[in-house]
C-alpha cells in the first residue's frame, strides 16, 4: 500500500509527541512492506498563492516532501486575525498524487495544511484519515485554554479568540517573522531554538495580562471577531471532508464533538503510541515507598496548563500534616523560582531523555498528572504504565483510557480548588500499599501498546474506508 503522512517536520522546529508518533507509524509501516512517504510544510516564496509540493530529502528510509507556500503556521502567540488563510490557486497537488499513486493520506495536522490538498486527494479516490493530537483548527491555540489560565468553552464569535491573542500581543510575530521563523533556510538551527526558547517562556508565563487592553475597541471590532469564525469554519470543512478522523481518546473525541457534527464523520478511538513503548511492566522491582517515604513523580513542561503550579500549591498545604513524601520534578526548570520550595520536599532534576526512564521509574512510587486543560492523550503516562508504574491523573488526561478509577490508578475530578487532587494524594500518603495493588493490577495481561501492535490496527482503519 502507498501511504502519504502529512505532519509538522522535525526538530528544532518541531518535536514532541505529534512528531514522534507520525514519524514512528511511518517507519513501522515501512518495515511492514508498504510504501510510505512523508510530507511537512516547507518554505515560503512570497505569493501565497502559488503552492507547490517538491522533494526535500531522504530520512531513515523515508523520503521527504515540502510543501513550498503552505497556509500559514498559527502559533499561539500569533494574531491570526490578519489574513492567515489563502487560497492555493496554482498548484501541482494533483500531479504529484498521480505520479506517487498513493492510496492513503494520513493527515497528523491540520496546521500549514492546505484544503486543495484534500480535495485533490478525493478527486482521485485517495482515502483520507486524521488522526488527533492537539484542537488546531478549532482553537487558533490548539488547547482551548485561554489568556487567564482557565478552559474556553464558549469562543464568543471569535472575540475570546481576539482577547487571547490581544493578551499575548508582547510577544507577537508579524508574518513576516513567522515566515522566516518556519524558513530553515533563512536561519540557523542555534537562532531558530532561541527564538523558540523565548517564545514558549512567553506563553508559558502568561500570568499577568495586558491592563491596557480596549475592550471596546475588542467588542466593536467586527472583522476580526469575523476573521477567527472564517478560520474555524475553514478547518471545520477539512475535517468533515476526512473519510476517517481516529481520535487518540476519549476525551479528545468529547472535545471536537462540540464544534463538529460526528454522526456525520466516520470516526474510531484509538490511543496512540511510540516505538519506544516497550513491555518493560518487570523489569524495575517496585516498590511503593522510596526511603519510606511515597515518592510522588511529575514529568513535563512546569506550567499552568499542565497544573504545575497547583500541584505545588496542593503539596505545601498537605505538608502542614503528612511529611513523608517528596516530589521529584522532570521538565526545564530554568524558568522556576526554586528559592521559595523546600528542598527537602521538592527536588529538580531537569530535563530529561528516553535513556532517563529505567532509572527515573525505577525511583518512583507513582506518577501525577494534574493538567488543566484537555490533554488529548499524554505520552507520559503510558511510559510510566509500560514501566508498571501507577497514575494519579486529572481527569482532563486522555491517558485515563488505560485506567480503571481505584484499580490500576485513580482519575479524580479536576475543579478550581483542587480539593479532589488533594484528597486523592492523602489518601495515597495514608494508605500507600495501594500503590502495590495499583502496580499488580498493571502487571495482568497482555501488554497491548507496543508501535507493532498499534500499526495494524491503524491498517484495519485504513482497510475500513
Same mark, same amino acid.
Given at each position: +500500500?502507498?501511504?502519504?503522512?502529512?505532519?509538522?517536520?522535525?526538530?528544532?522546529?518541531?518535536?514532541?509527541?505529534?512528531?514522534?508518533?507520525?514519524?514512528?507509524?511511518?517507519?513501522?509501516?515501512?518495515?511492514?512492506?508498504?510504501?510510505?512517504?512523508?510530507?511537512?510544510?516547507?518554505?515560503?516564496?512570497?505569493?501565497?498563492?502559488?503552492?507547490?509540493?517538491?522533494?526535500?530529502?531522504?530520512?531513515?528510509?523515508?523520503?521527504?516532501?515540502?510543501?513550498?507556500?503552505?497556509?500559514?503556521?498559527?502559533?499561539?502567540?500569533? !494574531?491570526?486575525?490578519?489574513?492567515?488563510?489563502?487560497?492555493?490557486?496554482?498548484?501541482?497537488?494533483?500531479?504529484?498524487?498521480?505520479?506517487?499513486?498513493?492510496?492513503?493520506?494520513?493527515?497528523?495536522?491540520?496546521?500549514?495544511?492546505?484544503?486543495?490538498?484534500?480535495?485533490?486527494?478525493?478527486?482521485?479516490?485517495?482515502?483520507?484519515?486524521?488522526?488527533?493530537?492537539?484542537?488546531?483548527?478549532?482553537?487558533?491555540?490548539?488547547?482551548?485554554?485561554?489568556?487567564?489560565n482557565s478552559l474556553c468553552s464558549d469562543y464568543k464569535n471569535g472575540e475570546e479568540c481576539?482577547?487571547?491573542?490581544?493578551?499575548?500581543?508582547?510577544?507577537?510575530?508579524?508574518?513576516?517573522?513567522?515566515?522566516?521563523?518556519?524558513?530553515?533556510?533563512?536561519?540557523?538551527?542555534?537562532?531558530?531554538?532561541?527564538?523558540?526558547?523565548?517564545?514558549? #517562556?512567553? #506563553? %508559558?508565563?502568561?500570568?499577568?495580562?495586558?491592563? !491596557?487592553?480596549?475592550?471596546?475597541?475588542?467588542?466593536?471590532?467586527?472583522?476580526?471577531?469575523?476573521?477567527? +469564525?472564517?478560520?474555524?469554519?475553514?478547518?471545520?470543512?477539512?475535517?468533515?471532508?476526512? *473519510?476517517?478522523?481516529?481520535?487518540?481518546?476519549?476525551?479528545?473525541?468529547?472535545?471536537?464533538?462540540?464544534?463538529?457534527?460526528?454522526?456525520?464523520?466516520?470516526?474510531?478511538?484509538? %490511543?496512540?503510541?511510540?516505538?519506544?513503548?516497550?513491555?518493560?511492566?518487570?523489569?524495575?522491582?517496585?516498590?511503593?515507598?522510596?526511603?519510606?517515604?511515597?515518592?510522588?513523580?511529575?514529568?513535563?513542561?512546569?506550567?499552568?496548563?499542565?497544573?504545575?503550579?497547583?500541584?505545588?500549591?496542593?503539596?505545601?498545604?498537605?505538608?502542614?500534616?503528612?511529611?513523608?513524601?517528596?516530589?521529584?520534578?522532570?521538565? *526545564?526548570?530554568?524558568?522556576?523560582? +526554586?528559592?521559595?520550595?523546600?528542598?527537602?520536599?521538592?527536588?529538580?532534576?531537569? #530535563?530529561?531523555?528516553?535513556?532517563?526512564?529505567?532509572?527515573?521509574?525505577?525511583?518512583?512510587?507513582?506518577?501525577?498528572?494534574?493538567?488543566?486543560?484537555?490533554?488529548?492523550?499524554?505520552?507520559?503516562?503510558?511510559?510510566?504504565?509500560?514501566?508498571?508504574?501507577?497514575?494519579?491523573?486529572?481527569?482532563?488526561?486522555?491517558?485515563?483510557?488505560?485506567?480503571?478509577?481505584?484499580?490500576?490508578?485513580?482519575?479524580?475530578?479536576?475543579?478550581?480548588?483542587?480539593?479532589?487532587?488533594?484528597?486523592?494524594?492523602?489518601?495515597?500518603?495514608?494508605?500507600?500499599?495501594?500503590?502495590?495493588?495499583?502496580?499488580?493490577?498493571?502487571?495482568?495481561?497482555?501488554?497491548?501498546?507496543?508501535?507493532?501492535?498499534?500499526?495494524?490496527?491503524?491498517?484495519?482503519?485504513?482497510?475500513?474506508?
Amino acid at each position: +500500500m502507498k501511504i502519504l503522512h502529512y505532519f509538522l517536520g522535525f526538530p528544532p522546529l518541531h518535536d514532541g509527541g505529534l512528531m514522534i508518533y507520525a514519524t514512528d507509524l511511518a517507519k513501522e509501516q515501512l518495515k511492514m512492506g508498504h510504501n510510505v512517504a512523508m510530507l511537512m510544510p516547507g518554505i515560503y516564496t512570497g505569493d501565497m498563492s502559488k503552492s507547490e509540493i517538491k522533494f526535500y530529502k531522504m530520512q531513515e528510509g523515508l523520503p521527504i516532501y515540502q510543501i513550498i507556500n503552505p497556509q500559514l503556521m498559527v502559533f499561539p502567540w500569533v !494574531n491570526t486575525s490578519d489574513g492567515f488563510i489563502k487560497q492555493k490557486s496554482t498548484n501541482n497537488y494533483r500531479d504529484f498524487l498521480k505520479k506517487h499513486e498513493f492510496k492513503i493520506l494520513h493527515v497528523h495536522s491540520l496546521m500549514g495544511f492546505p484544503i486543495e490538498l484534500l480535495n485533490e486527494a478525493k478527486t482521485l479516490n485517495i482515502k483520507t484519515v486524521f488522526t488527533t493530537h492537539d484542537y488546531f483548527g478549532l482553537c487558533p491555540s490548539i488547547d482551548f485554554f485561554k489568556y487567564d489560565n482557565s478552559l474556553c468553552s464558549d469562543y464568543k464569535n471569535g472575540e475570546e479568540c481576539l482577547l487571547c491573542t490581544y493578551h499575548t500581543r508582547n510577544y507577537n510575530y508579524s508574518k513576516r517573522n513567522l515566515k522566516i521563523l518556519i524558513n530553515k533556510h533563512y536561519l540557523s538551527s542555534y537562532t531558530i531554538n532561541l527564538m523558540l526558547r523565548l517564545l514558549k #517562556k512567553a #506563553k %508559558n508565563n502568561t500570568l499577568s495580562f495586558d491592563n !491596557n487592553i480596549d475592550y471596546k475597541e475588542i467588542e466593536h471590532n467586527k472583522e476580526k471577531k469575523k476573521a477567527f +469564525m472564517h478560520f474555524r469554519e475553514y478547518y471545520k470543512t477539512i475535517l468533515e471532508k476526512f *473519510d476517517i478522523v481516529l481520535f487518540n481518546s476519549r476525551i479528545t473525541k468529547s472535545e471536537y464533538g462540540k464544534y463538529v457534527n460526528l454522526n456525520n464523520i466516520k470516526h474510531e478511538i484509538l %490511543n496512540i503510541t511510540h516505538s519506544g513503548i516497550q513491555d518493560n511492566r518487570n523489569i524495575i522491582k517496585y516498590k511503593p515507598l522510596i526511603s519510606d517515604k511515597v515518592s510522588f513523580l511529575f514529568m513535563g513542561y512546569l506550567n499552568k496548563k499542565k497544573g504545575f503550579f497547583d500541584l505545588i500549591n496542593v503539596l505545601n498545604e498537605i505538608r502542614q500534616r503528612y511529611t513523608n513524601w517528596e516530589l521529584n520534578i522532570y521538565g *526545564d526548570c530554568s524558568d522556576i523560582d +526554586m528559592s521559595k520550595l523546600d528542598k527537602n520536599f521538592f527536588k529538580f532534576h531537569g #530535563k530529561y531523555g528516553h535513556e532517563d526512564l529505567s532509572n527515573i521509574f525505577s525511583n518512583s512510587s507513582v506518577l501525577i498528572i494534574p493538567s488543566k486543560w484537555k490533554e488529548t492523550f499524554g505520552f507520559i503516562g503510558l511510559e510510566a504504565y509500560s514501566y508498571g508504574i501507577p497514575a494519579v491523573v486529572s481527569d482532563n488526561v486522555g491517558f485515563t483510557d488505560l485506567i480503571t478509577n481505584g484499580v490500576n490508578g485513580i482519575i479524580y475530578k479536576d475543579d478550581d480548588s483542587n480539593e479532589n487532587l488533594k484528597e486523592s494524594l492523602i489518601k495515597i500518603l495514608e494508605h500507600p500499599m495501594l500503590l502495590k495493588n495499583y502496580h499488580e493490577e498493571i502487571l495482568k495481561g497482555k501488554f497491548k501498546y507496543l508501535m507493532e501492535e498499534h500499526c495494524k490496527e491503524v491498517l484495519n482503519c485504513y482497510e475500513s474506508i
